[in-house]
């Protein structure tokens, strides 16, 4: 039955997926930058929208929900398809909300009036059924890949607003955004990026060797001198895994040293995120640690004797932030919570 | 009655007349004197013919001088920039300072004479010690007065002056020591520095058997220089051992003294060593120390009485500076242990291992964590010595240290050195350190013995600093290793500094063999010592 095969075919497409987001996790396969994540994750979701079975929004919504849980709990760290997964359910909602005709602003305001008066009924169930429901979820989400697309770009045109010349710029580990923004701004200006290596792994270096390809004065440090350093560095501009809902971020490790550091000397810290970044978690506690590490820098017999940490994520705190440049635009750290309180709704934050 | 100095630049004859009558005056006051004058002497001749070739530096070692021999700060003639014209006013002053004897008494004119011995021999040596062409680059005010000092910059932070290179060059070549050469693209804030490659040291260029190198001192520059002996109390050690085995080798020649020989042999070893890996501020006042100890070796002493009173002098500084002041340090520091503590160490530091084995004897409970970074990953030793003893150690990178530090109670770092305004000068990462301690609000306890303190004074981690090989940040990781071509990518630089200063507002506590004193005490441990001396 072309039903039934339709739908093995979704289920091993999810598992395929599935893992292949664990082996990422785990580093045996290929390291998978969070555009792509984000932007698989999507075509996923559209494909599900597209072939599932479903008789209503309340049925779809349902279904993405189970499917995201599966999806988040194979990598609780790769935050971007806990993201998307929202991002989709807030578009069934608007589409849901528009088929039916009421206004949008209605539904997204909670005032307090609005509380009080509706006695708790604003709860829709969603179980209207629109024949032009599926087509138009399935635009609204071709939209949501075109913009995915288009991220990178976006902030790499902003580039030249935020460097001038003969600038000195600090960097940590390998960002693919902050590798486009400073290379867009090479086009036309002259300044000088310090990168620190990020160790144990050491991607720095892979940023320094790409960025130096394209002519830009680039020089590599270990961890240890970043506060040796940062009294001739004029901006850092940095990457990040995450941003969550308070305007903190979290980061590859080292970063927070670096804010520090950074906030010790006033020199600003920008952060380019991508808003497909922005997760309403709050817990910076969620912290994930690689062991294996270890086993090149300490011989056996001291190893067993000793308890050796590697965590993969730092926690910075909103305070030790300047800016946030997204596809957006540029914003301040105080304001993320209601950029995030356009992206998802309220009730998708617990999937 | 200023005659021109005659064509082979001897003295004119009222300078000899003020010197005789100096020397008439200061034989009255014992033959240590008389050596002195006779030093100067020879050193002024010298001078003067110097004149002739190089003009720049003789005479501001002139205007150097005649600064130590006329005490009095209302001269301003001496302190007018040396000029080509400048022994018209050394005469002028000599003259005038001739003039003015007679009228000062006896009891002046000796405290006026030993101030200038005490001045010129500080600038004497200072001039013999880390291989610089000109005079004193590490003055020290007269305990009565506070002269204003001209320092010299030290060679190995004026990487970037043709001029200062030359004059380096050509003393190397005077003293026969090989001259090292820099490698590789240096980062363009530290064009000042050296930069050298561990796979050519110095001891390449060096004939075998080394005529004018004693070969124990080839041993430890070719040590120093691969990083065999590293760390700031081991490499002293080491030098002031090989001192005593160069001091037993070495037999004064006929027609020299004892005391000024062996000074002026020094003087090519302590270039080479230099060159080999740039003195450490622990090194270079056991220099100091051994110096003056040579000089002041009476004319009179027999030679092996001498060499043995020297080696006497040695082994005393060992044991004073380094071995029993661990020991008091140690007292003072485990009464900052306390039992249930989490201690942070960052590197490898004699000191602090010693102090938390100690600790750990003294039946204290504690657990350790070691902070380590790349590229020396000198954690890793200061771990093995740790888990030898029985201590439980947990083991980070520094990048993980905002992961770690919520744990910890208490910070303790060694130092290489601690300069005069309070800044702390120790591995690089120290500082790095000591923020996040403070962000974090975890007292930090620096623990340094005082030979190690330093006259220098310095803000940044930039204008004097060290820069190790760039080829070790080069890793593999997953079979690549993306730097391996660094020097074909033109815009692309390593950076491998060895230290870096922290700032004193960062420190809460000095621990010291002379007690517990805040960083900002320094200079007066300084000064007390300066006096002691």
Redesign the interface.
């Given at each position: 039955m072309p039903g039934a095969d339709k739908e093995t075919e979704l289920s091993e497409r999810i598992e395929a997926f599935l893992s292949e987001l664990k082996r990422c996790g785990s580093g045996a396969g290929s390291l998978r930058g969070s555009a792509e994540t984000a932007r698989e994750t999507t075509s996923l979701l559209r494909r599900i929208t597209a072939q599932a079975r479903w008789s209503n929004a309340g049925d779809l919504m349902e279904i993405i929900r189970k499917e995201g849980r599966r999806m988040t709990a194979g990598q609780p760290s790769e935050t971007t398809v806990g993201n998307m997964v929202r991002r989709v359910l807030k578009i069934i909602r608007e589409e849901y909300a528009r088929s039916r005709g009421s206004t949008e602003e209605a539904d997204q305001q909670e005032s307090l009036h609005k509380l009080l008066t509706s006695g708790g009924s604003s709860e829709d169930n969603f179980r209207q059924h629109f024949t032009h429901l599926k087509a138009n979820v399935i635009e609204a989400i071709n939209e949501l890949l075109t913009e995915l697309e288009g991220t990178t770009d976006n902030i790499s045109m902003q580039a030249l607003e935020h460097i001038h010349s003969n600038e000195v710029i600090m960097t940590i580990g390998r960002s693919r955004t902050v590798e486009a923004f400073l290379k867009d701004a090479a086009r036309k200006r002259k300044f000088?990026v310090i990168v620190a290596?990020?160790?144990?792994?050491?991607q720095g270096?892979?940023m320094?060797?790409s960025l130096?390809?394209e002519?830009?004065?680039?020089?590599?440090?270990?961890?240890?001198?970043?506060?040796?350093?940062m009294?001739?560095v004029n901006k850092v501009i940095i990457g990040t895994q995450t941003v969550l809902a308070n305007g903190g971020l979290r980061a590859v490790?080292?970063t927070?040293?670096l804010a520090?550091?950074a906030k010790?000397h006033s020199t600003p810290l920008i952060v380019c995120a991508p808003m497909f970044k922005l997760s309403p978690q709050w817990d910076s506690a969620l912290?994930e640690l690689v062991l294996r590490s270890?086993c090149f820098?300490?011989p056996g017999e001291?190893l067993s004797?000793?308890?050796?940490?590697?965590?993969v994520f730092?926690?910075v705190p909103p305070e030790l932030i300047t800016l946030f440049i997204s596809n957006i635009g540029g914003n301040a750290p105080s304001y993320i919570y209601r950029l995030m309180s356009e992206l998802y709704h309220p009730e998708d934050h617990e999937l | 009655n200023i005659t021109d100095s005659d064509p082979d630049g001897r003295l004119t004859v009222t300078d000899k007349d003020v010197k005789l009558q100096e020397i008439a005056l200061a034989k009255n006051e014992g033959k240590e004197l008389t050596k002195e004058e006779k030093q100067r002497l020879r050193k002024e001749k010298k001078q003067h013919k110097k004149n002739k070739k190089d003009d720049k530096g003789p005479p501001e070692k002139e205007k150097e001088k005649e600064k130590a021999s006329v005490p009095a700060p209302s001269k301003p003639a001496t302190q007018s920039p040396a000029h080509k014209a400048a022994p018209a006013p050394v005469h002028a002053s000599e003259s005038a300072a001739a003039a003015e004897k007679p009228a000062k008494s006896k009891a002046e004119l000796r405290a006026e004479r030993r101030a200038r011995q005490d001045s010129e021999r500080t600038s004497k040596h200072g001039k013999k010690e880390g291989g610089q062409q000109s005079a004193s680059s590490k003055p020290k005010a007269t305990p009565n007065e506070l002269q204003p000092v001209v320092k010299r910059l030290p060679e190995h932070v004026q990487v970037d002056d043709p001029a200062a290179l030359k004059k380096l060059a050509k003393k190397l070549e005077r003293q026969q020591v090989p001259l090292r050469s820099d490698y590789g693209y240096k980062v363009s804030l530290f064009s000042h520095l050296h930069q050298y490659s561990r796979k050519s040291p110095p001891t390449l260029q060096i004939s075998i058997p080394a005529t004018v190198i004693h070969p124990s001192i080839v041993r430890l520059g070719l040590q120093y220089s691969q990083g065999i002996i590293a760390g700031s109390n081991a490499r002293s050690v080491a030098l002031l051992h090989t001192f005593k085995q160069v001091i037993q080798d070495y037999s004064t020649p006929p027609n020299e003294e004892l005391s000024r020989d062996l000074v002026n042999k020094l003087s090519p070893y302590i270039s080479f060593l230099s060159q080999c890996r740039p003195l450490s501020a622990s090194m270079g006042n056991a220099i100091k120390y051994i110096k003056k100890e040579i000089s002041n070796i009476p004319s009179q002493c027999k030679e092996e009485e001498a060499k043995g009173k020297l080696q006497a002098c040695i082994d005393s500084y060992i044991n004073e500076k380094i071995i029993l002041a661990s020991e008091a340090i140690s007292k003072y520091a485990i009464e900052k242990i306390s039992d249930g503590d989490v201690i942070l160490v960052y590197g490898c530091s004699s000191l602090v291992n010693h102090i938390l084995c100690k600790a750990f004897e003294k039946q204290r409970k504690f657990r350790v964590i070691v902070v380590d970074s790349r590229p020396r990953l000198e954690g890793r030793e200061a771990l093995r010595r740790l888990v030898k003893k029985g201590i439980r150690c947990t083991y980070v990178l520094i990048s993980a240290l905002s992961y770690i530090l919520p744990e910890v109670s208490k910070v303790f770092l060694g130092a290489h050195a601690l300069l005069a305004n309070g800044y702390v000068m120790s591995r690089v990462g120290t500082s790095q350190i000591a923020l996040v301690a403070k962000a974090y609000n975890v007292p930090v306890l620096v623990c340094c013995e005082t030979y190690k303190f330093c006259e220098r004074v310095q803000t940044d981690s930039f204008v004097s600093n060290e820069l190790d090989d760039p080829d070790d940040l080069i890793v593999t990781r997953n079979g690549k290793s993306h730097l391996e071509n660094w020097q074909t990518v033109k815009s692309l630089g390593l950076l491998n500094l060895v230290y870096d200063v922290t700032p004193p507002d960062f420190v809460d506590l000095v621990i010291t063999d002379l007690g517990m004193i805040p960083c900002t005490s320094v200079p007066v441990v300084l000064r007390v010592k300066n006096v002691d001396q």
């Open positions: 000088h290596e990020c160790a144990p792994f050491c270096h892979e320094a060797t130096s390809k002519d830009i004065e680039t020089t590599v440090i270990p961890d240890a001198a970043i506060f040796a350093v009294s001739r490790n080292g927070h040293t520090l550091a010790h912290q270890f820098l300490l001291i004797k000793v308890n050796a940490h590697c965590p730092d926690y | -």
